[in-house]
């Protein structure tokens, strides 16, 4: 929130589509996170991206991709290779990727059922 | 890597009285323990955090606490309130991490009326 938005909140898919997630900010934040939010796992990094045009993998990045073409934009692709895609998918942000201050921001989550 | 482990994973309470959350974490070089609070639906939002100059912070009735030779830190409620319920995450941070934040698995707090 404040500064973040994830859209859409809902999202459905159907088996073997790929869907595409949005995360926008315009905190001019340096640094910009994907995390996956299952029921009692806490959050786990699928991806991370320091600048632009530069990302990489995290803990769970299989079935999953990224671009950074835009400092402001980070949106998540769930591609037909990820088994189990039904989770909530938050997106943050850091202010600079080196330094004292390691904050991370959220955004308000969009939450993704295969049907 | 860091792993940063978290306990109780549910924690209930009765109004007034306090609650503990307590996380563990592996790397020596971790320096910065924030504190994330997440009410239902909604992404976390940070409530306090602690770095590793600091054994003690407090703000109004949280307070965090930091042991950095057993690599451990710990949140404290005090005087808890219904709207305290949600689920809380430690996370712990290595400056020369790129990835910045690791988190602990959460605790979900239940403030019983």
């Known amino acids: 929130d404040g500064g973040i938005t994830q859209s859409p909140k809902y999202l459905f898919r159907k088996e073997g589509q790929n869907v595409t997630l949005s995360c926008e900010q315009n905190l001019n934040h340096d640094a910009m996170y994907w995390y996956r939010q299952d029921p009692g796992q806490g959050l786990r990094l699928i991806y991370y991206s320091q600048i632009v045009n530069d990302f990489q993998k995290g803990d769970i990045a299989e079935g999953y991709s990224v671009s950074r073409e835009k400092k402001e934009s980070f949106p998540l692709t769930v591609t037909s290779a990820q088994k189990n895609p039904t989770a909530f998918y938050l997106c943050a942000t850091t202010p600079r990727t080196s330094g004292v201050h390691n904050e991370q921001f959220f955004g308000p989550g969009t939450r993704l059922t295969v049907l | 890597g860091e792993n940063v482990e978290q306990h109780p994973s549910t924690l209930s309470v009765q109004e007034g009285d306090s609650a503990v959350i307590k996380c563990t974490y592996s790397d020596s070089a971790s320096n910065y323990f924030p504190w994330y609070k997440q009410e239902l639906g909604k992404g976390p939002q940070l409530i306090i955090d602690?770095?590793?100059?600091?054994g003690e912070k407090k703000d109004q009735r949280i307070a965090v606490t930091l042991n950095k030779t057993a690599k451990h830190f710990s949140l404290h409620i005090t005087e808890t309130q219904p709207e305290d319920s949600a689920v809380y995450f430690c996370a712990a941070s290595n400056p020369g991490s790129a990835r910045q934040l690791t988190f602990g698995s959460g605790t979900q707090l239940t403030v019983l009326p």
């Open positions: 602690i770095r590793s100059n600091v």
